[in-house]
């Protein structure tokens, strides 16, 4: 088992044969999160099949990374990398991230779609103290924070907020308030937590195919200060929605 109780972040490494290029679907968020889920269902039953409620809100408690690595070229809807490739995964849940590694260190090979790889190191990073009330935070996955409109006609539209319109803020913070609930912390309203981007450029906007379903999220990085216990879910488990399907991983900027 890891030892210690401080929330960590997973660093996975993943090579092919003889460190050849491989090559993924452009949008390959679902194939990383059904990769997790299929090493952590059968321990930990209810982050895949019930998650954690709050009111009317389920969670499940975890978020990753995009690929990162170096990219050869893109092209007819796939991307190609040069071998390895890494990615990372974070959660409040200290058993998760322990039954994910444990998991990985038994496996010969790992299948993402039509490519295998052979299970490289893997590095748990802590997450730092966040007892002064203030975190910088780099994303290593689009941040999506959207609400679901309806027309005068009836028809309902999906409007994704911009980092800059304060009502990205708000919801970020009410999303934590209530993931919080869910773990069993239960928090005023009141609990301060305000967001701020910071070089967030327009190139930092990026479209995602999840399955049938677009997705807008923001890259770039953002000034959190607030409840320092808000702080850490924000790095462990993910800021704005969609963070079990890849969406919304800060990591510290130091």
Do not use: C
């Not at 960590?8 to 997790?36: K, R, W």
């Not at 320092?228 to 900027?253: H, T």
């Amino acid at each position: 088992m890891l030892k210690g109780n401080m929330d960590m972040h997973l660093q996975v490494e993943l090579a092919t044969a003889e460190n050849d290029s491989l090559t993924l679907p452009i949008h390959y968020n679902n194939l990383l999160q059904g990769f997790i889920y299929s090493k952590v269902k059968d321990r930990m039953p209810q982050v895949h099949a019930q998650g954690f409620v709050a009111g009317e809100r389920t969670f499940r408690l975890f978020v990753f990374s995009r690929l990162i690595g170096r990219v050869k070229e893109v092209r007819d809807g796939h991307i190609v990398f040069y071998s390895p490739i890494k990615f990372k995964v974070g959660s409040p849940l200290k058993e998760f991230i322990e039954d994910l590694a444990e998991a990985l260190l038994t496996v010969d090979e790992i299948h993402l779609g039509n490519v295998v790889f052979w299970p490289g190191a893997l590095a748990l990073t802590p997450l730092p103290d966040f007892s002064n009330g203030r975190a910088r935070g780099r994303a290593l996955s689009p941040v999506t924070v959207y609400s679901t409109l309806q027309n005068p006609e009836g028809k309902k539209k999906t409007y994704y907020y911009h980092p800059a319109e304060k009502e990205f803020g708000q919801q970020v913070k009410a999303n934590l308030l209530k993931k919080a609930t869910a773990l069993g912390i239960e928090l005023s309203p009141e609990t301060p937590l305000e967001l701020q981007p910071v070089n967030v450029r327009s190139n930092d906007l990026k479209v995602v195919y999840y399955k049938e379903t677009v997705v807008k999220g923001w890259m770039g990085q953002y000034i959190l200060s607030g409840d320092p216990r808000l702080l850490r879910l924000a790095f462990s488990a993910g800021i704005g929605s969609k963070n079990s399907q890849g969406f919304g991983m800060l990591e510290p900027v130091v």
